[in-house]
């Protein structure tokens, strides 16, 4: 059955340029014209806008376009491993904050470790030096020179920052912390206050979890979509 552009988009909630763009991105199959040039959408095609919308929020387009022109070269086993590893990597995000909260939580002031080198921290961290001078540069960090040499100066709270920055920063998902929003955070964070460092890690939990539920609503519709393209049995 042949289907309006404008009503596919008042289901979905989207322009009917949108669904163009989806379709010059080909990420949907080819679409007919009628004699006068009109599109011809069908059930097939409302499946695969559906499938885009709802695993855009979680996965994000280009991923999601990665998926869906896989399913076109009819290669779902690839497609779904191209999701497969996106989860895996919400679920690493989801242990290395866990991780930085912990550590915060769990070192006190008196076992400060100071005149720690860039080699240090980087082994210290899992952040490469070159990522770390990156986020000193834009602002994220702020370490001190000596003034003998100019070497940075390093010390526990700078793991701690480079900690949290990583676990706020890396993220493709996290879409609340910006870069002046991480910097916000940064500056005005006492790793000594428990209710601000509660408050940041429930914050952050709530919206992996988030996440974790529109990936989980993404793959149900990836997989409608391929049960309707007799690609899984």
């Not at 998926?67 to 989801?94: I, T």
């Not at 470790?113 to 000193?136: F, H, S």
């Amino acid at each position: 059955m042949a289907l309006r552009p404008a009503d596919i988009a008042r289901k979905l909630n989207i322009s009917t340029s949108s669904l163009r763009h989806y379709e010059e991105w080909g990420l949907i199959p080819p679409v007919e014209r009628s004699s006068n040039g009109y599109r011809i959408y069908t059930d097939l095609h409302v499946a695969y806008f559906e499938c885009i919308r709802a695993m855009a929020d979680g996965f994000g387009l280009l991923l999601t376009a990665e998926v869906l022109k896989n399913l076109q070269a009819n290669q779902v086993g690839l497609a779904f491993w191209v999701v497969n590893e996106a989860q895996s990597s919400l679920h690493k995000e989801k242990i290395v904050f866990e991780e930085t909260i912990k550590m915060i939580r769990e070192t006190p002031p008196e076992a400060q470790r100071r005149n720690l080198t860039m080699k240090d921290i980087a082994k210290e961290t899992g952040i490469p030096t070159t990522t770390i001078r990156y986020w000193e540069k834009v602002g994220l960090l702020s370490i001190p020179r000596s003034s003998d040499n100019n070497y940075r100066m390093f010390d526990q709270d700078h793991i701690r920052q480079i900690r949290v920055v990583h676990a706020l920063k890396t993220s493709p998902y996290v879409y609340t912390y910006s870069l002046n929003g991480i910097k916000e955070i940064i500056q005005g964070l006492d790793f000594n206050d428990a209710d601000k460092i509660k408050k940041i890690s429930l914050d952050y939990q709530n919206h992996l979890d988030r996440i974790n539920q529109l990936q989980m609503k993404g793959v149900r519709y990836l997989y409608r979509l391929c049960e309707l393209l007799e690609l899984v049995s």
